[in-house]
């Protein structure tokens, strides 16, 4: 089974959504059969590389409400955070994520993207770290096992990788997804926002029991399943 994941990294709730998420994937019985990719999505494209603009000031002026109303809003965000064991700081900076996103294709070639983007979230979100510095992200995507001097050329190269993210954004435009995080289940299902782990793991449990079973083509009287032959299913 394959899911993907169509996720910012400026976004709390897909930083929130992983980790409900992979607590409902712990609970299924199959999920050593489950393929994770993550998936661009910006929900600030046009946000300069480093707009230095604090994350309060930014939802402040997106919303039209105080300073004071932000800082609530991202409060009640906080607590959804703290409820997965999240850390999550308000002081962070508002910025451009297409760089993260140009290197998280590369990490995907390298089978290292969800430890990637779990840096890169807990470095924005628990740490608030600079992520429009090339030298943090380097040593961010080196510490999750990429090749430093890989890391350097992605992100000193702006059309590294360019292509990619942009096709997986017209692909969540096609999908029908207007926001993020959106989960996508063997291309069958697909779940928008950070909902609670049980709603993840009975999708999941859904999706598994209603795979088709395949043929094999020198065995007429054969069925098989994930488990092996004879087996309709798991």
Not at 68 to 78: N, T, Y
Not at 153 to 165: F, H, K, M, S
């Amino acid at each position: 089974m394959r899911v993907e994941i169509w996720s910012d990294i400026a976004c709390p709730w897909c930083y929130i959504g992983k980790a409900r998420f992979e607590s409902g994937l712990a609970g299924f019985a199959h999920r050593d059969d489950v393929e994770v990719v993550h998936r661009s999505f910006e929900l600030d494209p046009n946000a300069p590389a480093s707009s230095g603009v604090p994350v309060i000031d930014m939802l402040a002026g997106k919303y039209g409400v105080s300073r004071e109303q932000a800082e609530e809003m991202e409060g009640r965000v906080a607590e959804a955070a703290a409820g997965e064991g999240l850390g999550y700081r308000s002081d962070r900076l508002h910025g451009n994520t297409f760089d993260l996103h140009r290197l998280l294709h590369l990490a995907k070639e390298h089978g290292v993207q969800d430890a990637l983007i779990g840096a890169l979230y807990r470095a924005h979100f628990a740490e608030a770290r600079p992520l429009d510095d090339p030298e943090t992200l380097t040593a961010l995507a080196t510490a999750a096992g990429l090749p430093a001097d890989e890391s350097a050329r992605v992100l000193a190269d702006p059309t590294a990788y360019a292509d990619a993210v942009r096709a997986d954004e017209r692909e969540a435009s096609e999908l029908g997804a207007s926001g993020v995080p959106f989960f996508v289940i063997d291309r069958r299902y697909g779940i928008s926002g950070g909902q609670p782990a049980e709603v993840f793991r009975q999708a999941l449990e859904r999706a598994h029991a209603e795979r088709p079973v395949q043929i094999l083509p020198d065995a007429s009287a054969e069925v098989c399943g994930d488990d092996g032959c004879a087996v309709p299913g798991k």
